[in-house]
């Protein structure tokens, strides 16, 4: 098994950028589809981004699309989440997630959890 460990939150002003970082220590991350999900205050948990285990194929949420983009670098063995334009909306813990298998858009099919890492923008 994997434990992810997120990096890179913090505060940011609304139209500006952070980018996550997900890595782990002792077994890689390159055997698994990987996703980052964010949960803001009183709301459900919800899927951001996901990557495969190649890195061909992706997805987004549809309210990220054209702003965040998620890679992966298997040499460095890491997930990134890039995040530009940020909105107050986009304020949540964000989480990086791993599971064997397609990329799935609930949090219910992934595996290994990290601690999550705060986001918050301002106004």
């Known amino acids: 098994q994997v434990q992810p460990v997120e990096s890179g939150g913090g505060l940011v002003q609304a139209g500006g950028s952070l980018r996550l970082s997900c890595t782990t220590s002792g077994r890689t991350l390159s055997g698994y589809t990987m996703g980052w999900f964010r949960q803001a205050p009183g709301k459900e948990r919800e899927i951001v981004a996901g990557?495969?285990?190649?890195?061909?194929?992706?997805y987004y949420v549809d309210s990220v699309k054209g702003r965040f983009t998620i890679s992966r670098d298997h040499a460095k063995n890491t997930v990134y989440l890039q995040m530009n334009s940020l909105k107050p909306e986009d304020t949540a813990v964000y989480y990086c997630?791993?599971?064997?298998?397609?990329?799935?858009?609930?949090?219910?099919?992934?595996?290994?959890w990290g601690q999550g890492t705060q986001v918050t923008v301002s106004f």
């Open positions: 990557i495969s285990r190649s890195g061909d194929s992706t």
């Open positions: 997630a791993a599971r064997n298998g397609v990329i799935l858009t609930s949090g219910h099919q992934y595996d290994y």
